[in-house]
């Protein structure tokens, strides 16, 4: 029998600005659950293959594949539909509604298809589910806060809440520590292993250390290459990865 694909897969995925080539031939599986971190230095073309696997843009070779169906070229909205949802590093969120109706108008924006959700009467519902995804992510008592009020962690928390409100089935987080300190660093860290224990999630990060210890498999970018795939302590001992990432 043969085994399940993976959640999400790329055959030899490529992207090319110009000509430039931002990312060759990436052939990778993610499996379901957990966490896969997608590691790399700056330029290496983690973002340009997020965007990829996210549907922000389409690749200019190679396929993505969901649960095995090809979804290369498909719309964003058809990937938010898929149950792939993707925290925008330049935000999603409305800086003068409060942190409740934030995330109760991206609840509303995926079930406007439901007929329900369309009335009034669904308005509880709504509020009731921004409410819990709004305590999971450690903002319970913000929500009555305008988002333009809240720290930059905070912020940070809020655009995951307002990505979970799609209900997907795959998170994507490019660099969600990005220009934290370090205990907001260690919160969000907490927040992402949290979010993993239901859901699967594939983390862009270029620092190394944060994700070895949270994350079950681990994709190494190097220029616009896959470099290496494999547990932590597969990525630790690999030699070229030790060479060219961490200077060893
Ligand atoms: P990373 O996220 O690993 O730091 P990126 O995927 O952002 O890397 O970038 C990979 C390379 O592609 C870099 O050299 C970057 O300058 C280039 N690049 C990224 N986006 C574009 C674009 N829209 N146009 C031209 N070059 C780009
Ligand atoms: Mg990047």
Excluded: W
């Excluded at 052939?27 to 965007?51: D, L, M, Q, R």
């Excluded at 389409?58 to 594949?65: A, M, T």
């Excluded at 370090?182 to 699967?200: C, H, K, N, S, W």
Aim: glycine letters at 8%; one cysteine or more; hydrophobic letters at 45%.
């Amino acid at each position: 029998v043969a085994s399940p694909p993976p959640l999400l897969a790329t055959e030899g995925l490529g992207k090319r600005f110009g000509h430039f080539r931002a990312l060759s031939d990436v052939t990778v599986g993610f499996p379901e659950g957990g966490i896969t971190a997608i590691i790399g230095p700056n330029g290496a073309g983690k973002s340009t293959f997020f965007n990829l696997i996210s549907g922000a843009f389409p690749p200019s070779e190679g396929r993505v594949l969901f649960r095995g169906r090809d979804i290369t070229g498909s719309p964003p909205h058809h990937f938010a539909r898929m149950g792939i949802a993707k925290s925008f590093q330049i935000t999603n969120v409305f800086p003068q509604l409060t942190v409740r109706e934030n995330v109760r108008v991206a609840a509303q924006a995926r079930s406007v298809r439901f007929a329900f959700f369309r009335h009034r009467s669904a308005y509880p519902v709504l509020t009731e589910r921004a409410e819990e995804l709004l305590t999971e992510v450690g903002l319970a008592s913000r929500m009555d806060r305008l988002a333009r009020e809240l720290a930059h962690g905070e912020q940070r928390a809020l655009e995951i809440a307002v990505a979970l409100a799609a209900e997907p089935t795959l998170l994507l987080l490019d660099e969600p520590t990005a220009g934290m300190s370090p205990e907001e660093t260690r919160e969000m860290m907490d927040l992402v292993q949290r979010l993993a224990e239901t859901r699967t999630l594939i983390l862009v990060e270029h620092k190394m250390k944060l994700v070895m210890g949270l994350c079950r498999r681990l994709v190494v970018l190097h220029q616009g290459q896959l470099l290496a795939e494999g547990t932590p302590d597969d990525i630790r001992a690999h030699a070229e990865v030790r060479r060219v990432y961490l200077g060893k």
